[in-house]
Structures are given as C-alpha cells and as structure tokens.
C-alpha cells in the first residue's frame, strides 16, 4: 500500500480515536431534563454531542498546536519582553521542556483512546493485510501529533535561523527538536499504555490512587510552568545563562549532563563559543547518549503502535472483587465523591485539580518579590486566584459526559448538581488563603485584617460558581464558537461576582482610608451574594 | 428478597385491568411531536398492580418515546401521565424515587467501577445500607460480576454494562419497573434472571411496562401486551385477546404483531426482492 493511501485512510481511525476521548468526556450536552424545558431538543442530543465532539476535535488540535508555537518561542524573545541578558543556550532548554510539557500532556489525552485499539477495530475486520493495516494505524498515530510536532520543529528551528544565521545552529537544532518530539511521542504513547493497563485492570489498589495522583501533579507542573514562563525573561533567563555559562562550576558540568540543557549547550556553541570547553564536551558526549536513546525510544514507539493495531498491544488480568460490599453516605456526599471520582479519572479534566497549584503558584510569584505584603497586593492575589477557581464548575458540568443521562434518571433535581459542584470549586480555592496566610507569617502587614480578604472572597466564590453553573444548566449553545461565547458570558458573569466585593472594598477605602470599615464592607457585599446565591438555589 | 418497598398497593391482581383498583401508571391522550415528526398520537395506558404490560412495535413505533415520558426524562407535548399518582412533569423527583429504568442502551458514568456506581445511586436513593448490601452481593453473585466489579465500566461488555444497569434498577425496590429493552445483550442466564425479578416484582405486586423486540419473550412473560405502531396503539389486551383480534386462535405473537401492523405482506415482498438481487450475483 502506497502511503499517501494510508495516510487518507487513516483518517477513519484517527477520528475514532479522538471522537471517543472527547465524546464521553468533553461534548457539550444538552441538560434538558435539569434545566430550562426546550422540548424540541429532546431529539438533538445524541447528533449534537457527536458533531460538536468532531468539530471540537479539529479546533482543539489546532488551538493547542497554536499554543504550543507561541510557548515554545517565548523564550527565544526574551530580550523584547525586557530581559537584560538575552541567552540562546537558555532560551532552546526553555522551549525544549515547554514543547516537551505540552506534546505529552496533550498526547496523553487522545492516545489514551489510540491504545484502546477500539478505533481500529472496524478497520481490523476488512481484508487489508498486516502490514498495511500496521501503517494505517500508524499514519493514524502520527495523526494525533502531528500539528504540534511539526508547528514546534518548524518555529524552533525558524527561530534559531533568524536569531544565529548559523547553517551549523540551524541543523543541530533540527535534530535536537526531532529527538525532543521522539521523546515527548514515546513518554505519551507510555503513559496512555500505563493508564489504560490500570483501567483494565480495574481493582481497589493503592496504586490507581497514587497514579491518578501524579497525573494530576503532572498537570500541576505543567501549569506551574505556563507560570514559570511568564517570569521568563525577568527571571530565568539571566539566572540560567549564568548558571551555564559558569567556567567549570558544578552547576554547569551537571546542566551540561542534563537534557534538554546540554541539547542547548550544542547548538549554541556553534554560534558563540563562551561555554567551558569542558562542558561542551560534557554535552557533546550526552547529547550522542540521547540521540541513541531516542532511537530507542522511536523503535520502541514504532512496535507498541504496530501491537496496538495488531490487538496485542496490552493484555492485562482483572482483578477479582474479594466482596460486593458498597458504602452509602448521604445523597449530598454521595453525589460529591462521584463529581470527584470522574472528574479526577478523566485526562481531560484532572488537570482542573491542579489549579490548587497554579493558584498558589500565582499568588506566591505576585508576592513572593515585594518586601511588605500590602493589602492590594493581596487584593490582587485573591482575585487572581479566584479567577483561576472559576474554571473549575464548566470542567465539573463537563465531566459528567453521557452519563448525566443516567442521573437524569434518579430522584436529583438541579440543587444538588449546584451544590456538589459549588463545594468542590470552594474547595479548590482553600490554597489561596492558606498560601496568604503562610506568606503573612514571613512578611509584615500593611494591615492584619487584610488576611479577611481572602475569607470573603471563598464566599464570593461559592456565589459566582452557582450563578456559573445555573447559567450553564439553562443554555444550550449551537456550535463550537456559540459554546465557546456562552462559556466565556458564564465566566465574565462570574468574575464580576467575585470582583464585587473587592471593588467594595477599594471603594471604602479610599473614601474613608479605614481598613475596618474596607473590610466590613467588603464582607457584607459576600454575605449579600451568597443570600442571593443561596435564594437562587431555593428557587431550583 | 422484598420487592416494592413503600409501596402502597392495596390488593395483588395479575392480568386485569379492574376499574376499581388504582392503577400504578395511567396516561391519557398522551402524544409528543419533534420538530416535523409526530412520536406519538393519543396514548391511552392503564398499568395496575401485578402487571408486565409489554410494549411492542417496530423501530420508531415510539416505545421509547412512551417510557420516557413515563419516567419523567422527557415532556408530552399533550396528554398526562400519573405515575403511583404523581405526575412526571410536575413531581419528577417523586415519579423517579419511585420507578426503576433501564434505558434502551445502558449510558452509565463510563470511569467508574460498578462498585463506586452502586454506592453513588444508592446514596442518591438514600438506600439503607445493610439492604443494599444484601441485595447487591445477591444479584452480583448471581451475574458472575466478580472479575468486573472493581474495573471501570467503560471497559465492560454491553451485557455487562446492562447487568450493572439491572441491579441498579432493582436494588430500591421500586413499585415500578420501566424497561426498555432489558435483554439486550445478555446471554441466557442473566436473561432468565431477569425474568425471574420481573416475575418476583409482579407477585410483590408491583407493575412492570416493558418494551422488547423479542416476541418469545413477550409472549411467556406479559400479562398484556400493547401493540404500538407510528405512534398509536393499535391493539391491547392479553395474548388470546390479540390472536382472536387478529383472526387466528393458534398462531404466535409474531405473526399477531406483523399481522396487526401490515409487515406481513411487506415482509414477503422484501424477502422476494432480495432472493431475486441474490440470485442474480
């Protein structure tokens, strides 16, 4: 089989695949039984979730291909964005982990389906021979990555060539961009091996927990890294450039061991020769090890997708139940512990759990530099991460998929889906006070009372995240770019909400310079939105 | 095991409808139209105590469609329901403590495990939990669920997923039974099961509306049968009731069902169209 034919053929499976980890997890349903009564939708939802899961495919893979250009080149322009030391060395280390970060994390979310082998199983009954069948899948595999593999090549090597004209830097970052790609490629398609095993197996173990825990932390880093890449050109860069410029220090004999730093150390050598010789030749000699790894790790990558297609990709036992006993809890309770079991199983959304971290690690970075805490400091911090606790509802309504169909069949009416969710989000915004609160022991206070604004705030959270969900529970969007401006309504409807107190808050003081009344006022205005949020609930 | 708990029925009747005793689901004028479809036309039901109505007809008929409404899941866009005396469109949360459903395709929450599935509607149910526990430890045993438990559902078979689906509907002990296909995909033992819980429930004397596509089935376990066609039922009554209706004391419940909606002439026709395309290859 010719492979430009395999390669159009392959779009069959590879949109299986990418239909079923977004048509469970992510299609936009209609709530009608919970919401607002359009009978004439009743039909709709089974053709609406599958188009709007298709068409949410293509915009997605493009959007994070976009994203993934932008984040890999920020750091090649860090002395436009207003470092004072521009460094190539750091800069490639830098877009080498931020494509790296961004190819797994988003890999592992279509792949998962991938190994799953169900795309291919139409496929696997016509009668195409073995190894067409293998390159199919394969082309079907190449598929899901494709975008941003190549966006990410393309702009680093572009970048190189415009900043060094160096044919020399332009053909070693090639290859050092391909081995990055290879590695990101092979460490996904391991995950989603790793945790569609676990899925099969299924079981009560420990280790389920600890695994679906670190994904989650995984995201965390992720976006502690799209924080990280804000302080890039203040921060990082002159502290890594010095690092690695460092004659014969520790630190640079070890960066010059590590991958992606020794990566950078070759590249840029071929244009300014102020790295240590014998950190070169340190990098020089890592960097034959991770070409030859990389190898590895492509045939590796090659042979699990043509198991995969084969069907013997993953054979695992189930492990037997030793009891049928269950635990019940109050409704409440039970429907919260279930929020959070789909939520934090689904690739597509743990990685909302982690906005804990991006919260504290926001409100740590806006603070962490200024000798006082001062109270709009704080002021800032807590909308921040308010802002930041209001994705949490839309990733909880959009965890609950298809199965929201079975819930409709149970005696649950709409506040408790409100409250269930409204907790959760509440919860997932308790880092930012207790980061405050850690940082208020380090540093001085303009005034202690500022520490209530956080306080206030959580109650602003629980309103704007019922008047979110509420909103959510009566619209119905057509189409990806109507979803998309509804959610961004919610949300602008939300952030407002939470604003209202802080606003309040700077009002009073500037006409009163008193931080007692400030924050009196600012605290009734939560009290009165949540009397709202709490009648509006009733009202459901 | 006691079926229909709180349920209050006040005298077991199998295989009447006697006007004098309280029927557990009654509809009138029923109808329900889509956007340039008519689902269903003026559905009259009367489902009492002791009762396994089955609902046949053809796809598309609007079996579906009935139960939905039924169980609250969708409006009518005329007519009423009365579910244990509530209706579904103002009271759903009480219609729907009081049924168990099992949908067409069994739709679950596809992360988790039957396990962490049954503790969530049992919560939701508000189930007490040394009952819960009795029955499903019974009915898991009885399905062979041990290998499948603790595995997610989305990596279950279908007969699996409707074996999950099953318990769940039974496990509160509801005076009413909506099932809508609830053989699908089981293999020969579940299904006999099923039936078994079925028969347990009328004898309790709860009611059971049931839709299926498998005649046999209708014909051991239906106590009246409802033939629906275009969204209209266009015969009830018991199995000897339809035979008579349809001009043959002897023949089976299929060849009743396509007699009474004209598929017998249309059948032979297909049938013939397709031998000849056949042969002609």
Redesign the interface.
Same mark, same amino acid.
């Given at each position: 089989m010719k492979l430009s034919e395999a390669w159009r053929l392959s779009s069959v499976p590879y949109k299986e695949s990418v239909y079923q980890s977004l048509a469970?997890e992510r299609g936009r349903m209609w709530w009608g %039984?919970f919401g607002k009564?359009h @009978?004439?939708k009743?039909?709709r939802n089974d053709l609406e979730l599958t188009q709007r899961a298709l068409r949410i495919a293509r915009f997605d893979k493009m959007v994070v291909a976009v994203f993934n250009v932008i984040a890999c080149s920020i750091p090649f322009f860090s002395l436009s964005l207003g470092s004072s030391i521009f460094g190539l060395t750091s800069a490639i280390s830098l877009s080498l982990v931020v494509t790296f970060g961004f190819t797994v994390l988003y890999s592992v979310q279509t792949l998962s389906s991938f190994v799953g082998a169900k795309s291919s199983a139409l496929m696997a009954t016509l009668p195409l021979a073995k190894d067409d069948f293998s390159l199919i899948m394969l082309c079907s595999f190449v598929r899901s990555v494709d975008f941003m593999v190549v966006g990410s090549i393309l702009s680093q090597v572009l970048l190189v060539a415009f900043l060094t004209m160096s044919p020399l830097a332009i053909l070693s970052m090639l290859a050092m961009a391909t081995m990055n790609a290879v590695f990101a490629v092979a460490v996904a398609l391991w995950f989603s091996r790793l945790f569609y095993k676990n899925?099969?197996?299924?079981?009560?173990s420990k280790f389920n927990t600890v695994l679906r825990l670190f994904f989650i932390l995984m995201w965390g880093t992720l976006l502690m890294g799209i924080g990280f890449l804000f302080s890039v050109p203040w921060y990082i860069v002159p502290h890594l450039e010095i690092m690695l410029l460092g004659l014969n220090t520790i630190s640079s004999f070890f960066l010059g061991i590590l991958y992606p730093f020794s990566a950078a150390i070759v590249v840029s050598n071929f244009v300014y020769q102020s790295v240590a010789f014998s950190t070169v030749m340190i990098a020089s000699l890592a960097i034959v090890a991770y070409l030859v790894l990389a190898g590895l790790a492509g045939r590796w990558t090659l042979q699990a997708v043509k198991r995969t297609s084969e069907g013997t990709g993953i054979n695992v036992s #189930?492990?037997? %139940?030793k009891?049928?006993? @269950? !635990?019940?809890?109050?409704?409440m309770? *039970? $429907?919260v512990?279930?929020d959070l !079991? @789909?939520a934090s #199983?689904?690739p597509a959304t743990a990685f909302f759990f982690a906005l804990p971290v991006l919260e504290t690690v926001t409100v740590s970075l806006l603070i962490t530099n200024m000798q006082m805490l001062r109270t709009s400091m704080i002021l800032v911090a807590t909308a921040t991460g308010g802002v930041l606790a209001l994705f949490m509802p839309l990733a909880l309504l959009s965890a609950e *998929?298809? *199965?929201l169909? $079975?819930?409709?069949?149970?005696?649950?009416?709409a506040r408790?889906i409100i409250v269930s969710k409204t907790l959760i989000t509440t919860a997932t915004y308790a880092p930012v006070p207790l980061t405050l609160l850690g940082l208020a022991l380090m540093k001085q206070l303009t005034s202690p009372l500022g520490l209530l604004i956080p306080c206030a705030i959580t109650l602003s959270i629980a309103s704007a995240s019922v008047l979110e969900i509420k909103l959510f529970l009566n619209s119905a969007a057509d189409g990806r770019i109507g979803a998309l401006v509804q959610d961004i309504q919610k949300l602008v409807v939300a952030v407002a909400i939470v604003l209202i107190p802080e606003v309040a808050y700077g009002a009073t003081y500037l006409a009163s310079l008193n931080h007692l009344l400030a924050v009196m006022t600012m605290s009734l205005a939560a009290i009165a939105e949540l009397a709202l949020a709490v009648h509006l609930i009733r009202k459901f | 095991m006691c079926v229909c708990a709180g349920m209050e029925v006040t005298r077991k009747v199998q295989g009447t409808s006697d006007s004098s005793i309280t029927p557990l689901i009654e509809a009138s004028g029923l109808a329900k139209g889509f956007a340039q479809v008519q689902a269903l036309k003026d559905i009259d039901l009367r489902i009492m105590p002791g009762e396994v109505y089955g609902l046949l007809g053809p796809n598309g008929a609007g079996k579906t469609t009935t139960i939905k409404i039924i169980a609250g899941l969708m409006e009518p866009t005329a007519g009423w329901v009365k579910v244990v005396g509530f209706n579904p469109v103002e009271d759903p949360i009480e219609v729907k403590s009081r049924i168990g459903y099992i949908a067409e395709s069994p739709i679950l929450y596809e992360s988790l495990s039957p396990r962490d599935f049954f503790e969530f509607v049992a919560s939701v149910r508000r189930i007490d939990q040394k009952a819960v526990n009795q029955i499903v430890t019974r009915l898991a045993d009885a399905f062979d669920m041990a290998q499948y438990f603790d595995s997610p559902i989305a990596t279950l078979s279908m007969g699996m997923k409707q074996k999950v689906a099953v318990i769940a509907c039974f496990f509160h002990q509801p005076p009413i039974l909506l099932l809508d296909e609830p053989f699908n995909g089981l293999d020969a033992k579940s299904t006999r099961i099923v039936k078994d819980l079925v028969s347990l429930h009328t004898q309790q004397g709860g009611a059971v509306l049931f839709s299926t596509h498998i005649m046999e089935v209708a014909e051991h376990i239906c106590t009246r049968i409802g033939i629906i066609h275009e969204g209209s039922i266009i015969a009830e009554g018991t199995l000897d009731q339809l035979k008579s209706k349809s001009g043959g004391r002897t023949e089976s419940l299929e060849t009743v069902f396509l007699k009474l909606t004209n598929e017998e002439t249309e059948i032979a026709d297909t049938a013939k169209r397709l031998q000849e395309a056949f042969l002609k290859n």
């Amino acid at each position: 089989m010719k492979l430009s034919e395999a390669w159009r053929l392959s779009s069959v499976p590879y949109k299986e695949s990418v239909y079923q980890s977004l048509a469970e997890e992510r299609g936009r349903m209609w709530w009608g %039984a919970f919401g607002k009564s359009h @009978i004439e939708k009743d039909t709709r939802n089974d053709l609406e979730l599958t188009q709007r899961a298709l068409r949410i495919a293509r915009f997605d893979k493009m959007v994070v291909a976009v994203f993934n250009v932008i984040a890999c080149s920020i750091p090649f322009f860090s002395l436009s964005l207003g470092s004072s030391i521009f460094g190539l060395t750091s800069a490639i280390s830098l877009s080498l982990v931020v494509t790296f970060g961004f190819t797994v994390l988003y890999s592992v979310q279509t792949l998962s389906s991938f190994v799953g082998a169900k795309s291919s199983a139409l496929m696997a009954t016509l009668p195409l021979a073995k190894d067409d069948f293998s390159l199919i899948m394969l082309c079907s595999f190449v598929r899901s990555v494709d975008f941003m593999v190549v966006g990410s090549i393309l702009s680093q090597v572009l970048l190189v060539a415009f900043l060094t004209m160096s044919p020399l830097a332009i053909l070693s970052m090639l290859a050092m961009a391909t081995m990055n790609a290879v590695f990101a490629v092979a460490v996904a398609l391991w995950f989603s091996r790793l945790f569609y095993k676990n899925l099969l197996r299924g079981g009560r173990s420990k280790f389920n927990t600890v695994l679906r825990l670190f994904f989650i932390l995984m995201w965390g880093t992720l976006l502690m890294g799209i924080g990280f890449l804000f302080s890039v050109p203040w921060y990082i860069v002159p502290h890594l450039e010095i690092m690695l410029l460092g004659l014969n220090t520790i630190s640079s004999f070890f960066l010059g061991i590590l991958y992606p730093f020794s990566a950078a150390i070759v590249v840029s050598n071929f244009v300014y020769q102020s790295v240590a010789f014998s950190t070169v030749m340190i990098a020089s000699l890592a960097i034959v090890a991770y070409l030859v790894l990389a190898g590895l790790a492509g045939r590796w990558t090659l042979q699990a997708v043509k198991r995969t297609s084969e069907g013997t990709g993953i054979n695992v036992s #189930r492990s037997t %139940a030793k009891d049928f006993s @269950i !635990k019940t809890r109050n409704p409440m309770s *039970g $429907y919260v512990i279930k929020d959070l !079991k @789909i939520a934090s #199983r689904n690739p597509a959304t743990a990685f909302f759990f982690a906005l804990p971290v991006l919260e504290t690690v926001t409100v740590s970075l806006l603070i962490t530099n200024m000798q006082m805490l001062r109270t709009s400091m704080i002021l800032v911090a807590t909308a921040t991460g308010g802002v930041l606790a209001l994705f949490m509802p839309l990733a909880l309504l959009s965890a609950e *998929g298809t *199965g929201l169909e $079975y819930t409709k069949t149970l005696p649950v009416n709409a506040r408790r889906i409100i409250v269930s969710k409204t907790l959760i989000t509440t919860a997932t915004y308790a880092p930012v006070p207790l980061t405050l609160l850690g940082l208020a022991l380090m540093k001085q206070l303009t005034s202690p009372l500022g520490l209530l604004i956080p306080c206030a705030i959580t109650l602003s959270i629980a309103s704007a995240s019922v008047l979110e969900i509420k909103l959510f529970l009566n619209s119905a969007a057509d189409g990806r770019i109507g979803a998309l401006v509804q959610d961004i309504q919610k949300l602008v409807v939300a952030v407002a909400i939470v604003l209202i107190p802080e606003v309040a808050y700077g009002a009073t003081y500037l006409a009163s310079l008193n931080h007692l009344l400030a924050v009196m006022t600012m605290s009734l205005a939560a009290i009165a939105e949540l009397a709202l949020a709490v009648h509006l609930i009733r009202k459901f | 095991m006691c079926v229909c708990a709180g349920m209050e029925v006040t005298r077991k009747v199998q295989g009447t409808s006697d006007s004098s005793i309280t029927p557990l689901i009654e509809a009138s004028g029923l109808a329900k139209g889509f956007a340039q479809v008519q689902a269903l036309k003026d559905i009259d039901l009367r489902i009492m105590p002791g009762e396994v109505y089955g609902l046949l007809g053809p796809n598309g008929a609007g079996k579906t469609t009935t139960i939905k409404i039924i169980a609250g899941l969708m409006e009518p866009t005329a007519g009423w329901v009365k579910v244990v005396g509530f209706n579904p469109v103002e009271d759903p949360i009480e219609v729907k403590s009081r049924i168990g459903y099992i949908a067409e395709s069994p739709i679950l929450y596809e992360s988790l495990s039957p396990r962490d599935f049954f503790e969530f509607v049992a919560s939701v149910r508000r189930i007490d939990q040394k009952a819960v526990n009795q029955i499903v430890t019974r009915l898991a045993d009885a399905f062979d669920m041990a290998q499948y438990f603790d595995s997610p559902i989305a990596t279950l078979s279908m007969g699996m997923k409707q074996k999950v689906a099953v318990i769940a509907c039974f496990f509160h002990q509801p005076p009413i039974l909506l099932l809508d296909e609830p053989f699908n995909g089981l293999d020969a033992k579940s299904t006999r099961i099923v039936k078994d819980l079925v028969s347990l429930h009328t004898q309790q004397g709860g009611a059971v509306l049931f839709s299926t596509h498998i005649m046999e089935v209708a014909e051991h376990i239906c106590t009246r049968i409802g033939i629906i066609h275009e969204g209209s039922i266009i015969a009830e009554g018991t199995l000897d009731q339809l035979k008579s209706k349809s001009g043959g004391r002897t023949e089976s419940l299929e060849t009743v069902f396509l007699k009474l909606t004209n598929e017998e002439t249309e059948i032979a026709d297909t049938a013939k169209r397709l031998q000849e395309a056949f042969l002609k290859n």
